[in-house]
Every structure is written in structure tokens, then in C-alpha cells.
């Protein structure tokens, strides 16, 4: 009996103690829950997210507002920590430490704002906090600030869709902020496919430059990018820009170029070697008259110094400096040299000038000049000693035969193969037909010939037989025939076969036509 009692009081007073604390809760709630309501109402323009791990499970309308900015990449944690980055650099870092602490605050590297962290129960509370006073907020009218939004979509939107790599780094080198095409070529660098957390992974080991030419605050260096599953390395164009403490970088695409450049530097190398191997000097002056291009040949011709050639000399210097190594001919006075010279320029823009140098050493040059590309002018010189000689040793050779033929008595004519034009002939053949071909303007036939032969001497078939004769194309034998003249005199004629199908025809004068020959005009072969 005394335990049931017992039991019923014990049970009285758990009621009884309940019924307090809810009277309790009644009178403490209203409070609480306005106390509340003004806490959400307050911080409803406020800049505040709720994270679990890395995921936004809450966030107010400004901090959503931020979200939306900027080029998204990796989880809503990665996005806001690189939206962040340029005014709380390490911030991923230092939230490692919140589980432990508890709370944590954390000032801009500006100074104007500041980042509350709470943490509860495995929830991350972000707040972003303006730190300036109320007397120094700049208030914005609704048009100023409508513009600013549109100026600020337009640009975003600009540098989302440039098809060019842009971004910005610290003085640490860390990317601060990339448009979505480098993100792009970040993410594809990563051969786990896995989104780089942010910030981005640079892309280019060296993309800055040491010094900056000329103190220009822009210059460009060409850096080569090598992409994966991608053979092929592609080549940018690197432009930098220092902002304040910032620098901006440009890369553009230089794949044509360095093709197009590679395909020049290899033309150029084929045409460099070729020219190693031309005998012939080569010198191409550019429009302002300077040595651009020279070959060995021309410093083994000229006998001008490497060093000279190299040290890239105008025209009048070259051409100076050939007269000093009397490698041109000898002028009168040098008021006429320079004259000529100015006039050998102008030619050789035009194309007309060539022109043989007799150097006072003995050789021989011969001296071309043509018109280049881009107003440049090129100049040939060509040693021509030895084919000067030669032609001089043949000429020679053409008037010792000539001269030995003029001392025969017999009267000899040279007809060419095929055409049977009159190649030779000597005095005793003009004196005896009157007729001297060397006077003549136009070729001289076998048909001319015989013809003139025909009017003075009787009817005879010799002529005919030897108009088919020097046309023959066979083989051929010599043959002799006896020719009355009109004057009563007589030829004996020899014809015979030459080499390469040429023919000689022989005429000796006989005083008077023998006995035998009179009746009948014989033709013996």
C-alpha cells in the first residue's frame, strides 16, 4: 500500500513539474519568437550562407546575388572562396580551423569588410560584413546604379565569350580571376577529369616577363602549351598589363603564325643553302640600301671582309670599299664614279643594268642588277674570266682558220647541214664569183649560191646535183665535176663531205677547158 502511494505522488509531481515548464515555455515564447523575427528580418539584406561541408544547404538573397557573379567552377564552396580570393586570400585555409574554434572573423586585405564564421552542428554560418560606418557609405540613386549593373553584365558577359585566355594573378602568382575559356583549358589540363578546386592551376610555367622594353607598360612573349591526349603543342601569345597590385594576361592562339613562320624559316634555310652553293656572289640591298643578304660567293669575289658584309653596309659603302680593293674598273675621277654609281642604282631598280667589269687584275666580272621585293634591290656578280678567255681563244682560232683559208688559191665555200646556209668562204671564192658573203645582211643558201654560180658559167646539171647533195641526209661520198665558164675558162669542183653533215665545195680556175671536156660536159664522180 505504502508502494503504491508512493508511486502516485512520484507521478503527481513529474505532472505537476511538466505543467510549470510548459506555463514557463507559454510565457517565454512570444518574446523569443519575436526576438527571432527580428534577427531574419535583420539580416535579411545581409550577405550571409549556410554550408554543410561543401554544400550550400541556404543562403540570403544578397548572398545568392553574389553566387550568380563571376565564372562558375567546382562546388558552391569553390565558387564563393574564389569570388573571395582577391579580398580574402587563403580563406579555404582559414576555415579549416572553424570546427575547433567555433567562431572565427576575418578582415579584408582592404579593410572594408569582414567575414563572421559560427559553427553549429556540423553547419558552417558565412557572413560577409561591410565594416564601414554609416556616415561613409556612398549612397547610390536607382539610375547610377541600374547602369552600373548593365555595365557590369556587359563585361562579364565580354569576357565569358572572348575565345581568348584572360585571367589575372597576384604578386604571388596566384590566378585571381579567369574567364570561362581558361577555365576551360584548366579543366581539360587535369587528367583525372576531376574540376580543379579554385583557385585554377596555372597553365603556363612562365608566363611573365622579365622586363618590360622600352618602358612600355604592355610586351608579349610567345609561350608553348602542351595539351593532354594532344601530340600537337600549341604556341600563345602572352600580353601583360600590371593593374595595381594585379597583372592581366592576354593568350592569344599563335598556331598559324608559328606555322607560317616555321614554313619562312625553312624556305629561307633551303634558299640559304642553295645560295652556299651558288658560284655566283649574291647581294640584296633593302629599301634603305643595306646589305640584308649576301653568300659566301660574293666575299671569295669581291675579296671584301666577312666582317664588313656582316655589319650590314649601304650600297655606296659596298661599292666603295670594292673600288679601294680595285674590284671594279679604274674610274677617271671619282666625281664620274659616284655619278655612275648612282646611275648603276637606278638601273638596277629598273631591271636594265648589266654590264661587264674588265678589273684591273685581269678577271672578268659580269654584274647584274634586278629590282627586289618590298623596294629592295639584288645584285649579281658572276666571274667570266674563263669563258672570256674561251671566247677570245675560239675567235682567235676562228681568224687563224679564216686567214689560213684566205691563202688558198682554190675558192671554198662551207655550207651548213640541213639548211644549207653558207657558213664559210674565202677571199679567192669572192673573187672568183665577185660576190663577198661577209657583206651580205641576210644568210647566203646553197640555192643563192648556185644561183649566182649558174649565171656565170654554161648550162650544166653540177648544180642541181649539188643542191641535192648538201640537202642529203645519208651517207654521202666526194665527188668532182668540170664547170665551163662563160669567159671560156673552166672550174675543175671538188665537193666533198664534212663532219657534223657539213658540205665543202672547191673551185680552181682552169685557163681553158681541156679538149676532152669541150664536146660534152662530162661529170666524173
Not at 579543366?187 to 579554385?198: I, K, L, R
Not at 655550207?415 to 641576210?442: C, K
Not at 677547158?513 to 664522180?525: D, F, S, T, Y
Request: aromatic share 8%; proline share 6%.
Amino acid at each position: 500500500m505504502f508502494n503504491t502511494l508512493l508511486a502516485l505522488a512520484l507521478v503527481a509531481t513529474a505532472f505537476v513539474i511538466a505543467m510549470a515548464t510548459l506555463m514557463a515555455f507559454a510565457m517565454l515564447s512570444p518574446g523569443r519568437r519575436h526576438s527571432l523575427r527580428h534577427f531574419k528580418e535583420r539580416e535579411e539584406n545581409d550577405v550571409t550562407f549556410l554550408f554543410e561541408g561543401e554544400t550550400l544547404i541556404d543562403a540570403s538573397k544578397e548572398a545568392h546575388n553574389l553566387l550568380s557573379s563571376g565564372p562558375r567552377s567546382g562546388t558552391e564552396w569553390t565558387h564563393l572562396t574564389g569570388l573571395l580570393h582577391p579580398r580574402f586570400p587563403g580563406l579555404s585555409d582559414w576555415m579549416q580551423d572553424l570546427a575547433d574554434l567555433g567562431e572565427m572573423s576575418c578582415t579584408s586585405i582592404d579593410g572594408t569588410s569582414r567575414i563572421d564564421a559560427e559553427w553549429h552542428g556540423g553547419v558552417a554560418r558565412i557572413a560577409l560584413v561591410d565594416v564601414e560606418s554609416a556616415d561613409g557609405q556612398i549612397e547610390l540613386d536607382r539610375h547610377s546604379l541600374s547602369a552600373m549593373r548593365h555595365e557590369l553584365d556587359t563585361l562579364r558577359a565580354t569576357a565569358e565569350h572572348v575565345p581568348y585566355l584572360v585571367w589575372r594573378e597576384d604578386n604571388q602568382g596566384i590566378v585571381t580571376w579567369a574567364n570561362r575559356a581558361y577555365l576551360d583549358v584548366a579543366e581539360s589540363m587535369d587528367p583525372t577529369g576531376n574540376v580543379p578546386p579554385w583557385p585554377p592551376r596555372p597553365l603556363f610555367e612562365h608566363p611573365r616577363l622579365e622586363a618590360v622594353k622600352n618602358d612600355s607598360p604592355r610586351d608579349i612573349r610567345r609561350v608553348a602549351l602542351s595539351l593532354p591526349d594532344d601530340d600537337q603543342r600549341h604556341w600563345f601569345e602572352i600580353n601583360q598589363a600590371v593593374l595595381g597590385d594585379e597583372t592581366l594576361f592576354t593568350a592569344t592562339p599563335a598556331d598559324k603564325v608559328v606555322r607560317a613562320e616555321t614554313a619562312l624559316s625553312e624556305f629561307v634555310m633551303t634558299l640559304t643553302k642553295t645560295f652556299a652553293h651558288l658560284p655566283i656572289g649574291l647581294a640584296i640591298f633593302d629599301r634603305e640600301r643595306k646589305l640584308a643578304l649576301f653568300n659566301p660567293a660574293l666575299n671569295d669575289l669581291t675579296a671584301l671582309p666577312i666582317q664588313f658584309l656582316v655589319g650590314k653596309p649601304s650600297l655606296f659603302a659596298f661599292l666603295d670599299r670594292m673600288r679601294e680593293k680595285r674590284m671594279m674598273p679604274e674610274p677617271k675621277d671619282y666625281k664620274s664614279w659616284r655619278q655612275q654609281m648612282s646611275e648603276l642604282e637606278a638601273q638596277a631598280v629598273d631591271g636594265t643594268y648589266e654590264e661587264t667589269w674588265a678589273l684591273p687584275t685581269g678577271q672578268t666580272y659580269r654584274v647584274t642588277g634586278r629590282p627586289h621585293p618590298d623596294g629592295a634591290v639584288a645584285f649579281l656578280f658572276e666571274d667570266i674570266t674563263a669563258e672570256i678567255s674561251l671566247t677570245r681563244r675560239f675567235r682567235s682560232e676562228l681568224e687563224m682558220g679564216q686567214s689560213a683559208m684566205d691563202c688558198m688559191e682554190e675558192a671554198v665555200a662551207v655550207f651548213r647541214p640541213g639548211s644549207g646556209v653558207l657558213a664559210m668562204s674565202n677571199a679567192a671564192y669572192g673573187d672568183l664569183w665577185g660576190d663577198d658573203p661577209t657583206t651580205m645582211i641576210e644568210d647566203v643558201t646553197v640555192t643563192d649560191a648556185t644561183t649566182i654560180w649558174q649565171r656565170q658559167s654554161a648550162p650544166t646539171p653540177v648544180w642541181d646535183r649539188l643542191r641535192k647533195f648538201v640537202a642529203h641526209q645519208g651517207e654521202r661520198s666526194e665527188w668532182t665535176a668540170m664547170v665551163p665558164l662563160k669567159d671560156g675558162r673552166a672550174l675543175d669542183c671538188r665537193f666533198a663531205p664534212m663532219t657534223r653533215g657539213a658540205t665543202m665545195a672547191a673551185f680552181r680556175v682552169l685557163d681553158t677547158v681541156p679538149e676532152e671536156n669541150r664536146p660534152l660536159l662530162a661529170v666524173k664522180a
